[in-house]
Nanobody, 115 residues
């Protein structure tokens, strides 16, 4: 059974940084095109960063230059480094596939950017 667990969120001041983690069980992350999504209150979930199975990253225009998606050396870890955080980055962040049927969604990790 596939399980995705996100962690690493928190309360951060504008301009700060965070690294979010996605821990997967039941799958090997490099077998799939994966991504990080976020959902702000009252908004739809949006894909902000993706990493292909062969390791090619891509980003939404709104986060280019500030977000960095990468996999860890272990087959079950994926990360999202966020720099120069803005209040608009406040959301719950999730990891999941970017094509085909989604895996069961995790609980997400909340990022709050506020002074």
């Amino acid at each position: 059974q596939v399980q995705l667990v996100e962690s690493g969120g928190g309360l951060v001041q504008p301009g700060g940084s965070l690294t979010l983690s996605c821990t997967a069980s039941g799958i090997i992350l490099s077998d799939y095109n994966m991504g990080w999504y976020r959902q702000a209150p009252g908004n739809q979930r949006e894909l902000v960063a993706r990493l292909s199975s062969v390791g090619l990253p891509a980003y939404a225009d709104s986060v280019k230059g500030r977000f960095n998606i990468f996999r860890g050396s272990a087959n079950n870890m994926m990360y999202l480094r966020i720099d120069s955080l803005k209040p608009d980055d406040t959301a719950t962040y999730y990891c999941n596939k970017v094509d085909g049927a989604a895996f069961p969604w995790g609980q997400g990790t909340q990022v709050i950017v506020s002074s």
